[in-house]
């Protein structure tokens, strides 16, 4: 096969802008992040390193509770948004001239930013939001003070809603274009032989399916961990998210507080690191043992 | 069989509505005047929504050209930096090839915030605070790992063949670049322009970090709108956000993209 010869420095040379940039701004902000972290901060006069900021953080009330709040709303939000997301994945591939909705899911959730997909759950599912007023002329409440707080409250359930509207379209996405590829003669084999239509979903389609959706899960998961917009507009004043808590002492103008503020913020990233490291064990073990 | 397909209809188009309706809504209200609850109609409609939005003195249509000069900028510079990037992942193999991968990926996973809290300062010691050239370049932290992506799917699909035939030819570099690669490369090119496009577009925090409130963007109006829960306003300032990036974006798609070469591009 004739293949371009070339000098074994010229992909470095093509990657050069690109490895410049990944490693001044995002490398350089997550390792300063880690040194303010470790109260390494010459700006203020702090130059000795030490676990302290990390020690007080961590077994704080606040923290911790943060801490659960943040995995919970992500962990909720991104099981129920692979589940339905792989369902509606599948009912897409069975259905045909499906163009248009394929378009409509595609654009919907890249144009439509947090800020916005807050404000639409905002105006359905507060206590004067468009479902209290139908429950009101079902007859299900009299009063506004009888619907349920749905926004602002302490299950966060206005923060998942908003993920779920923002994040099912993405996996659909992610997993129809896998399922879609897949041989249409596996299912037509499987059938031949007898398999029921779940049969054919748990056999073949999921398994050939699975690392992507894997992949869609650890995504979405760390994305709602680390967004900001959501959980600030629609969660609750206590318990707040991670996220929140960082930016809320950032903005405090006491640049003593800072060196804490970054143990927030680091925290995320390593969590996220954690998450991706475990994902990866997990799928090298699963190609390592056929299971 | 038939019945089946309904059934399956019926779900999508509800998850479809589903989708839909929150639009319709906004839609709604950014011409809704008094409307208490529990009506489910507005009692009266009103434009005030909109004067407000067109007076000048609220300068929303001045941020919304600070959004588009900034999402112009960082799309240009994205594209320019991940095109060579994109072709280096695309079509070699080299020592480090795993490692630039998750560099590469690792910001879409690694939280924005953390990292312009960690970079903040020295953004202030450099002078880049507070100043459009530095929100551009934070922006850039969002936006590289999706457009190096398609551009290196869209050089793994693409080969080096017909640049190799062409250098055969005799074509030079530049030549072989513009009559032959970027006329190939352009779908992948457009769709990785109007994703980062829409990222920088949509940016809030990253913005607000770095732009100190000094650099005024569309999202820096409609953020406290949303907060506040004037929902009057919040969505008239929605639907033009909405209508800005639809506009782009069909834009884009018409008037640049070659029609017969337009297709499915679920690069994520």
């Known amino acids: 096969m004739f293949k371009f010869r070339f000098n074994k420095w010229y992909p470095y040379l093509l990657l050069s ?51 659960v709040f943040s995995l919970f709303i992500s962990f909720t939000s991104a099981i129920l948004t692979t589940i339905i997301g792989v369902f509606f994945a599948y009912q897409l591939l069975k259905i045909k001239n499906k163009n248009r909705i394929i378009n409509f899911l595609y654009k919907l959730p890249i144009i439509v930013p947090h800020i916005i997909a807050s404000l639409m759950v905002f105006l359905i599912l507060t206590q004067s939001g468009i479902l209290s007023r139908f429950a009101y002329h079902l007859g299900l409440i009299e009063e506004i003070a009888e619907f349920p707080r749905l926004v602002f409250d302490k299950n966060g359930f206005g923060i ?42 748990r056999e073949i389609y999921l398994p050939l399916t699975a690392p992507s959706i894997g992949s869609a899960f650890i995504i979405i998961f760390a994305f709602s961990l680390g ?65 | 069989m038939f019945k089946k397909n309904i059934y399956r209809k019926i779900i999508l188009y509800a998850l479809i509505f589903l989708f839909a309706f929150p639009l319709l809504l906004l839609l709604v209200w950014a011409f809704s005047g008094r409307w208490p609850w529990p009506n489910l109609i507005a009692e009266s409609f009103s434009l005030e929504g909109w004067r407000y939005f067109i007076d000048p003195a609220n300068g929303a249509v001045e941020s919304l050209a600070t959004s588009v ?6 799309t240009f510079i994205t594209l320019l930096i991940s095109i060579p990037a994109g072709k280096a992942m695309g079509l070699y193999d080299f020592p480090g090839k795993g490692a630039v991968k998750i560099l590469v990926l690792a910001p879409l996973i690694v939280p924005p915030l953390a990292v312009t809290m960690g970079i903040h300062i020295n953004f202030m010691l450099l002078g880049l605070a507070d100043k459009f050239i530095g929100v551009i ?20 699909g693409l080969g080096d063949k017909f640049e190799a035939q062409a250098r055969v030819l005799g074509a030079g570099p530049l030549q072989r670049f513009i009559h032959i690669t970027l006329p190939l490369i352009s779908p992948g090119l457009f769709s990785a322009g109007i994703l980062v496009f829409i990222i920088s577009f949509s940016q809030y925090l990253l913005t607000f970090l770095i732009g100190g409130g000094r650099i005024i963007t569309f999202t820096m109006l409609l953020f406290p709108l949303v907060n506040s829960g004037d929902r009057m306003l919040a969505a008239v300032y929605s639907l033009v956000f909405i209508a800005a990036a639809l506009i782009f974006t069909l834009l884009m798609e018409r008037v640049l993209v070659n029609p017969a070469e337009k297709r499915d591009h679920f690069y994520i």
């Not at chain 2, 000069?69 to 960082?74: F, Q, S």
């Not at chain 2, 370049?137 to 793994?156: C, D, G, K, Q, W």
Request: proline letters at 5%; glycine letters at 4%; hydrophobic letters at 50%.
């Open chain 2, 69 to 74: 000069i900034i999402g112009v900028a960082v």
């Open chain 1, 160 to 201: 998942i809603a908003a993920y779920l509207w923002k994040q099912i379209p993405f996996v659909v996405l992610m997993v129809y274009t896998v399922l879609k590829q897949i041989n249409g003669s596996f299912e037509a084999a499987a059938k031949n032989l007898g398999a029921s239509n779940s049969q054919v979903f």
């Open chain 2, 137 to 156: 370049l934070v922006h850039l932290i969002p936006t590289l790992p999706y457009s190096i992506r398609i551009m290196t799917h869209t050089f793994e």
């Open chain 1, 227 to 291: 967004s900001f917009e959501i959980p600030y507009l629609l969660g609750p004043t206590y318990p707040q998210t991670l996220s929140v808590l960082a930016y809320k002492k950032y903005i405090s103008l006491d640049l003593t507080q800072r060196p804490y503020t970054m143990v927030i913020a680091t925290s995320l990233t390593m969590i996220t690191v954690i998450l991706i490291m475990i994902y990866r064990k997990i799928l090298s073990l699963i190609s390592r043992y056929h299971l």
């Open chain 1, 17 to 67: 802008p690109a490895l410049i940039v990944l490693f001044l701004l995002f490398l350089g902000g997550v390792i300063l992040g880690l040194s303010q972290s470790l109260g390494y901060f010459p700006v203020l006069g702090l130059e000795e390193p030490t676990f302290k900021y990390y020690l007080e953080v961590w077994s704080s009330t606040e923290f911790l509770n943060s801490l």
